[in-house]
């Protein structure tokens, strides 16, 4: 399970609305107790991605429908990662996810989310149909290279 707050739901919202037809990308902080995550930050970042990086990751799955570009992949840039854990250190704080969004397309992870996620992270997606969020699930991958739903839970 993973709790967020209303406002960091609605900040991942307007996150997603504000870049369509684009996915967006961001970070999750927050703590790890026993049974669930909680979500103290969240993080906006910029979808760095380019074609270039389907070359670098020659394993990823890729799409023969159309093209690929910001409106179907996302990425964060590494050197944002690492800024982002060295500053949350001395917070005590984790990443403990990664959210983006899936514009015109339902919140269910691609084959491509599979191939680049962690297994102790939860994968947030907001799904977007003609500019407007109309749903957000969360998503942890298993032992077993497959994704599992995880229930979000909205705290004061």
């Not at 074609?51 to 990823?60: G, W």
């Not at 514009?103 to 992270?121: C, E, K, L, V």
């Not at 149909?129 to 998503?139: L, Q, R, Y």
Request: net charge negative.
């Amino acid at each position: 399970m993973i709790y967020f707050s209303s406002p960091q739901l609605q900040q991942i919202e307007n996150h997603a609305e504000k870049t369509y037809p684009e996915e967006c990308c961001g970070l999750l902080l927050g703590t790890i107790e026993k049974d669930h995550q909680r979500v103290i930050e969240v993080r906006e970042t910029d979808n760095h991605w380019t074609p270039d990086i389907m070359e670098s990751l020659p394993n990823l799955p890729s799409s023969h429908h159309q093209p690929l570009s910001k409106k179907n992949r996302f990425s964060i840039d590494p050197y944002v990662l690492l800024q982002v854990q060295k500053e949350i250190r001395d917070r005590s704080l984790k990443i403990i996810g990664i959210y983006h969004s899936h514009p015109d397309h339902p919140p269910i992870p691609s084959p491509f989310d599979r191939a680049i996620a962690w297994s102790n992270y939860s994968y947030i997606i907001a799904s977007l149909t003609k500019g407007k969020v109309t749903e957000i699930k969360s998503w942890k991958l298993q032992e077993n290279q497959q994704f599992e739903a995880e229930k979000i839970k909205i705290v004061a």
